[in-house]
């Protein structure tokens, strides 16, 4: 099985979500925290799977991988928001992140992941997305959400599996994990390939 094999295996993460630390840690996956720094900009008029799957990439940038041994594996990912052909980052304060919210309420959004799966001798790179919509939110909702949740570290402003998801989320189409930042089916498979 897949786990056994990558019990072999030193695997860094590039990654400051606590979501993707979480997710991996559940899918029983032992991991290092690898810190890089980059530079996320990006050409404006790449289409949103190519904006995830170039800062993806990019964020292993930084790793020579000719430092670590060859049974290394590195993992990067990133995520945005897209509504009505808009990509939204992650809020910088409250108004941003109110003003977040009310574009997504009673609207259908999708959100990317990128994911970079790397060893040193060869680097996987693919993305999902997953539509999410949202039921028509009151300004009462969406103060409660930013007031108790203070979402300004997510793609959106919004956690699927926080209090908004619980109320406010009426239908996805595709990987609720995606939606929470990490396609896990996704990096199952390109783990896969890799070992």
Known sequence: MLLEE???YKIYLASKSPRRRELLKDMGIDFEILSTDVDESYDPQLPPAEV????????????????????????ACDTIVVVDGHIIGKPADEQEAHEMIRALSGCTHTVYSGLTVATPAQVL?????TEVTFAELSEEEIAHYINVYKPYDKAGAYGVQEWIGYVGIK?????????????????????????
């Open 52 to 75: 995830v799957k170039y800062l993806s990439r990019l964020k292993l940038s930084p790793v020579d991988f000719s430092q670590y041994p060859e049974k290394s594996i590195f993992i």
């Open 171 to 195: 239908a996805i189409d595709g990987s609720f994990y995606n939606v929470m930042g990490l396609p896990t089916r996704l990096l199952w498979e390109m783990l896969k390939l890799l070992v």
């Open 6 to 8: 990558l019990k072999n």
């Open 125 to 129: 790179t693919d993305y999902r997305a």
